[in-house]
């Protein structure tokens, strides 16, 4: 069998019982108290949560016309709380395992940050720029 034809998985996206897909990562992601064998995977769903809810907060703070110290500091506050509150309270997680809840707090956050200003500031200008 040739090597294009051969199944490929990595280690980090593998379980015991198999290569874990997309739509069973997310099928846990929205059942709470999931199990996530795979560490890389619940920091995976972390990342990619809080690039979404960069988007959604850029959305509404451009929508509504958000200025300033405010948005920034409301921006940050949101997310961190937003995702220490799926974390801990809806997945339960053991946050010691992933090196602390600060860890996971931080896990993307600078990029969700890009994120947000980037939609937050083009929306705002095209918007409510005179």
Do not use: C
Not at 42 to 51: E, G, K, P, T
Not at 101 to 107: P, R
Request: no cysteine; charged share 15%.
């Amino acid at each position: 069998m040739s090597r294009l034809n051969s199944p490929v998985t990595s280690a980090s996206s593998s379980t015991a019982t198999g290569p874990s897909t997309i739509s069973s990562i997310f099928s846990r992601a929205i059942t709470s108290k999931s199990s996530w064998p795979d560490k890389e995977e619940f920091l995976d769903v972390i990342y990619w949560a809080r690039q979404v809810l960069g988007v959604i907060l850029g959305l509404i703070w451009g929508l509504f016309a958000v200025k300033g110290a405010v948005g920034l500091v409301l921006f940050a506050a949101l997310n961190a709380a937003i995702l220490y509150v799926y974390f801990s309270a809806f997945q339960g997680v053991d946050e010691e395992e992933f090196g602390g809840a600060w860890e996971l707090t931080k896990e993307g956050f600078m990029t969700s940050f890009a994120t947000f200003l980037v939609i937050w500031i083009i929306l705002y200008t095209g918007l409510h720029f005179e």
